[in-house]
């Protein structure tokens, strides 16, 4: 079993930056790949940016490509979402996802409002 705790939403003006995060505990080890999604009301969650656990491979929406970066801090456990020019199309609940051989688990969410 994976837990997943995410923090860091808020409300942002337009060409702001946050920065959400990420805390994993239990079976860490057996984590493959953590990944940033969302979801916007009435559309599917969808991938926002994605890291593999060794190697650090990322990948990322070409929505989000040269303002989002995901980054990790394995001794802290924890991955990273740095969130910079954001939009309001960037509105969504944003969920953490961890990727074991077997399963996958999901966090509670954060609100991200992008809003003047």
């Known amino acids: 079993q994976v837990q997943l705790v995410e923090s860091g939403g808020g409300l942002v003006q337009p060409g702001g930056s946050l920065r959400l995060s990420c805390v994993a505990s239990g079976n860490i080890f057996s984590i493959n790949a953590m990944g940033w999604y969302r979801q916007a009301p009435g559309k599917q969650r969808e991938l926002v940016a994605a890291?593999?656990?060794?190697?650090?491979?990322?990948t990322y929406a070409d929505s989000v490509k040269g303002r989002f970066t995901i980054s990790r801090d394995n001794a802290k456990n924890t991955v990273y979402l740095q969130m910079n020019s954001l939009k309001p199309e960037d509105t969504a609940v944003y969920y953490c996802k961890a990727t074991t051989s077997g399963s996958y688990y999901w966090g509670q969410g954060t609100q991200v409002t992008v809003s003047s």
């Open positions: 890291v593999i656990t060794r190697g650090g491979r990322t």
